[in-house]
């Protein structure tokens, strides 16, 4: 929101990454499954992985990237070996959440539907005020 773009750039932050804030958005194009996981996310719903690519990212806690994290599990292969391995499962259904890697930041769960030029706008109407 507002609030936390505000207190990043008066933190010192040059920019402000919100890409989660438009996942929801018409034109992210977003498939139905994700943004319905996405509406009302609590913020421990999002964890980081190396899963699905062997990259850090952050995205949906879902069972597949619970899987990993269980006693026992083994490692995921670096990157882009990972990605390559879990390539066959990732390409399942489409709107099978579990399969596809969701990225999504902690406050995924705000992201709303809105058309991104209203959620840009409405992100700067907030924090403008709040900067010195």
Do not use: F, K, M
């Not at 690519?53 to 990157?79: C, E, K, M």
């Not at 539907?113 to 900067?131: C, G, I, K, Y």
């Amino acid at each position: 929101d507002g609030r936390a773009l505000a207190a990043a750039l008066t933190l010192g932050a040059s920019a402000v990454q919100v890409g989660t804030a438009l996942l929801r958005c018409p034109e992210a194009g977003i498939d139905d499954g994700w943004s319905a996981r996405l509406d009302g996310l609590d913020p421990t719903g999002t964890t980081t992985t190396r899963a699905y690519t062997g990259r850090l990212a952050r995205g949906i806690a879902t069972d597949y990237v619970r899987a990993w994290t269980v006693p026992g599990a083994p490692a995921p292969a670096p990157y882009p070996h990972q990605r390559r391995l879990v390539a066959r499962y990732r390409a399942g259904e489409p709107g099978a959440v579990d399969r596809v890697n969701h990225w999504a930041g902690q406050a995924a769960g705000r992201a709303t539907t809105d058309p991104a030029s209203e959620v840009v706008a409405r992100l700067w109407r907030e924090a403008d005020p709040l900067l010195p």
